[in-house]
């Protein structure tokens, strides 16, 4: 069987190559007229054999077995070899670091195209691969390497791909057309994608711990919430609705925006996320029985004042900043230019409200029922979130991590 080998030395990756056919010693007779050969994309010249013997006419016996002959791929320099460049004519140069396993399938694809020619087609620099963390030089690792060897088109691939191609056209003409690009589309699904460096479980530490930070932030504020002034409850919470819904870059408190006339008014916080669309927030000091009344009106549970004034509180904050249009948009631009980044430029487009305020903890069965109702009502414009809603969600957040 024809076989072709890489093996490392100290000095150099060598090519071994073994013929298929015992009497067959055609790279030899090659080199003898020519002064070179192609084995499987590889060049060699007769300078490159590993031994000048290889190349000596000593067995003259035309059924004595031919002997496998070995050239020389690559010379060692420093912790790499270096491959050389007339073997895949290549203009730059490539290093495999010496610790790699190396097989005939890191250099040429099944369908016989040379990897490092394909590559050298598109870099005008040299080519590392494989190396240690702590090396100075840029390289590429290993593993990505070999998973993008894996995802070269094979020659099933190319033979699907011309079939859809032609299908494509004379489906329009031939009704018995088979659908080859279905066929196409359904293999490059199953075929498996290159995966990079998984990032979830890179950051998981990290996330956790800042999850469980507010967890406990917030539980602290909870548990003395009369220790806060309102101006300091409402930019702790802030902080912490910045850290939950990173959409948002930038918030602000006490935006005026005008009314009537000459008349302003304030907006307690308003919100930009990074395409410089502005939402509005309210955020209120979580008194436990502001969310839903205890007596029944007509067999429900209706709003408790202080959530219906909240409510319409917000809904004239979205009324005058979208009457603030794009005269707004310009003068909020202009404020917040130096705390924003560069050349964003805030949007005011159907502006959102959220309401931070109140526990659920306490309410019954059918406060919960009739307090979702509410909450799905105002939904296209408003999200009402309680701090109980707010517990629950990083509760689920830290459990999912750390299923991770």
């Not at 790699?100 to 040379?114: Q, V």
């Not at 598109?122 to 993008?148: A, C, K, W």
């Not at 105002?378 to 991590?401: A, W």
Request: charged content about 30%.
């Amino acid at each position: 069987m024809e076989t072709i080998k890489i093996i490392k030395t100290e000095k150099y990756l060598v090519l071994k190559y073994e013929g298929e056919q015992i009497n067959d010693d055609w790279v030899r007779n090659a080199l003898k007229e020519e002064g070179e050969v192609t084995i499987k994309r590889f060049y060699f010249e007769v300078c490159d054999l590993l031994y000048e013997h290889d190349f000596d006419d000593k067995n003259n016996d035309e059924d004595a077995e031919v002997l496998p002959v070995e050239f020389i791929l690559a010379e060692r320099d420093g912790d790499y070899y270096r491959i050389k460049k007339k073997v895949f004519s290549l203009n730059n140069h490539f290093y495999f670091h010496s610790s790699l396993k190396l097989t005939r399938k890191h250099f040429i694809a099944e369908t016989k195209i040379s990897i490092l020619k394909s590559i050298d087609s598109l870099v005008t620099e040299n080519i590392r691969i494989g190396g240690s963390q702590e090396s100075q030089e840029i390289f590429m690792p290993f593993e990505m390497y070999e998973d993008m060897i894996k995802n070269f088109p094979t020659t099933h691939e190319k033979y699907l791909y011309s079939q859809a191609r032609v299908a494509s056209i004379i489906k329009n003409y031939f009704n018995s057309t088979t659908d080859a690009e279905h066929k196409f589309e359904k293999y490059l699904n199953n075929k498996s994608t290159i995966t990079g460096t998984n990032l979830t479980k890179v950051f998981k530490k990290y996330e956790l711990v800042k999850y469980e930070t507010i967890y406990d932030k917030l539980t602290s504020m909870l548990n003395n919430e009369v220790g806060y002034s309102e101006d300091q409850w409402q930019n702790e919470i802030l902080q912490i609705i910045l850290l939950l819904y990173p959409k948002y870059i930038f918030a602000t408190k006490t935006v005026y925006v005008p009314i009537d006339g000459n008349k302003k008014k304030f907006l307690d916080f308003i919100l930009i996320d990074s395409n410089g669309n502005v939402d509005v927030i309210e955020i209120k000091k979580p008194f436990s029985k502001v969310i839903m009344t205890e007596n029944l009106y007509r067999n429900n549970h209706t709003p408790h004042r202080d959530l219906i004034g909240t409510v319409m509180q917000v809904e004239k904050y979205l009324y005058h900043l979208s009457r603030y249009g794009a005269r707004g948009e310009r003068t909020l631009t202009q404020k917040y230019s130096s705390e924003l980044p560069e050349n964003l430029s805030i949007k005011i487009t159907n502006p959102k409200g959220f309401i931070i305020m109140g526990r659920s903890k306490n309410l019954k069965n059918g406060q919960l029922a009739d307090f979702e109702i509410v909450k799905r009502q105002y939904k296209n414009v408003i999200d009402i979130i309680t701090y109980d809603d707010l517990l629950q969600r990083l509760k689920f957040t830290i459990t999912q991590i750390k299923k991770l």
